[in-house]
């Protein structure tokens, strides 16, 4: 027993790390939901942060945008040209995508400095490639809406989770003590 353990050490110390500070940052999160709990149906200040950065550049790219608060559920609803489009709620802002992706590189975290430098670089590059796939779904949604169900459930969340997972790849032959 003693002997596997030490063999499958450095799988066993990532997992707990892993799942340590996913948890720890799942929780974190949590809280912040919990306390921003929609009244009259707000959505929390990271989701409006996402609903407003969209509206900047879909109105960079000359559409007539405006949000709305929705009447029924914690979501912003964006209109081009008064006519709903689509909704943004919390699961849109990809926090939970920022989330695992902090916890993979905490796993195989190296040096202090460089680690917090990548994760910063990290969740503002999955932020902006966020808010520029929020602004193309709602494109294609104007232009395509019969291909809806492919572009949001499967080309976008493929390329945000793409993304994330090269920059896994990048970290770890890179950047972390396991580089070479």
């Not at 209109?79 to 989330?99: D, H, Q, T, W």
Request: aromatic share 16%.
């Amino acid at each position: 027993m003693i002997d596997n353990l030490k063999k499958y050490k450095p799988f066993l110390l990532f997992l707990v790390k892993f799942l340590g500070s996913y948890l720890v940052f799942i929780f974190i999160y949590q809280i912040f939901l919990d306390n921003s709990q929609a009244i009259n149906f707000n959505v929390d200040s990271f989701t409006a942060l996402v609903s407003n950065q969209t509206k900047m550049i879909l109105d960079l790219w000359g559409f007539r945008v405006d949000l709305m608060q929705h009447q029924t559920e914690p979501a912003v609803r964006i209109l081009v040209n008064n006519k709903p489009i689509v909704r943004i709620v919390e699961g849109c802002n990809a926090m939970s995508v920022m989330i695992l992706f902090v916890a993979f590189i905490v796993a195989f975290s190296g040096k202090f400095l460089r680690t917090s430098l990548y994760i910063v670089f990290g969740i503002l590059l999955i932020h902006v490639l966020n808010i520029l796939r929020i602004s193309l779904l709602i494109v294609g949604m104007l232009r395509f809406r019969e291909y809806e169900t492919i572009m949001h459930d499967i080309i976008f969340p493929l390329f945000i989770y793409g993304v994330v997972f090269g920059l896994w790849v990048l970290w770890v032959n890179k950047f972390s003590k396991y580089a070479k």
